[in-house]
């Protein structure tokens, strides 16, 4: 499978989680973040090109999109990761009380979703 899929396939996914989520439907978000997640661990697989292929997405539209993708890259890109999340961050709602908690776990060394 091509990056670029990968990519796709995260985007989607992370999008339909949060749709499921407000509309009050967990099962069904919690079957699209696992499609986000291997779809994450994929392009983690494929090294600093996975990493740069999900770099992109921190410019995306969506905040969601951007927040989940700033998460993921917080070792690899560290200061373009924390930009996004900080200023998503300011907001109010589930985004960017997400976002909150990925710096939270940085800033206190837990953070662990791309060990490297």
Do not use: C, S
């Not at 439907?25 to 919690?30: F, P, V």
């Not at 983690?44 to 993921?72: I, N, P, Q, S």
């Not at 900080?86 to 909150?100: H, I, M, R, S």
């Amino acid at each position: 499978m091509k990056l670029q899929d990968l990519v796709e396939q995260f985007v989607e996914n992370v999008v339909a989680q949060n749709e499921a989520i407000f509309r009050g439907d967990a099962k069904t978000g919690n079957k699209h973040a696992r499609k986000y997640g291997a779809a994450v661990d994929k392009l983690l697989a494929h090294g600093d090109a996975g990493r740069d292929a999900l770099t992109v997405l921190l410019k995306h539209e969506r905040m969601d999109v951007r927040v989940m993708a700033a998460a993921h890259l917080l070792r690899y890109r560290t200061a373009e990761a924390k930009a996004v999340l900080e200023e998503a961050a300011k907001g109010q709602g589930l985004v960017p009380f997400g976002a909150q908690q990925a710096l939270k776990r940085w800033e206190e060394g837990t953070w662990a979703l791309d060990p490297g």
